[in-house]
Nanobody
Framework: QVQLVESGGGLVQAGGSLRLSCAAS????????MGWFRQAPGKEREFVAA????????YYADSVKGRFTISGDNAEKKVYLQMNSLKPEDTAVYCC?????????????????WGQGTQVTVSS
């Protein structure tokens, strides 16, 4: 079992930055690859970024590539999403999630555990 709790969301002006954190509990945390997804009102959940402890591999949605950075600290059991150059279209609830290795990183259904999410609002 893995429990995930996000923090760091808030209101920011366009062009600003936020750093989201995902704190995990559970002995087998490092056995899972991690991802961030977001969901805006009236829209489907979409993949944002993924991180693999094995080789520290990262993946990004085209819409955030070059602006967002995913990273992790295994010792602290935390995964981060650094978001720079934020745009109003980045406004959404952001959730972190954990998946087993060997599954597709950009499919929400690949993920077994989800946090409750943190709201990010970017004003124009």
């Amino acid at each position: 079992q893995v429990q995930l709790v996000e923090s760091g969301g808030g209101l920011v002006q366009a062009g600003g930055s936020l750093r989201l954190s995902c704190a995990a509990s559970g002995r087998t945390f490092s056995a899972y690859a991690m991802g961030w997804f977001r969901q805006a009102p009236g829209k489907e959940r979409e993949f944002v970024a993924a991180f693999s402890w094995s080789g520290r591999t990262t993946y990004y949605a085209d819409s955030v590539k070059g602006r967002f950075t995913i990273s992790g600290d295994n010792a602290e059991k935390k995964v981060y999403l650094q978001m720079n150059s934020l745009k109003p279209e980045d406004t959404a609830v952001y959730c972190c999630a954990a998946r087993s290795y060997g599954t597709t990183y950009y499919y929400p259904r690949s993920y077994d555990y989800w946090g409750q999410g943190t709201q990010v609002t970017v004003s124009s």
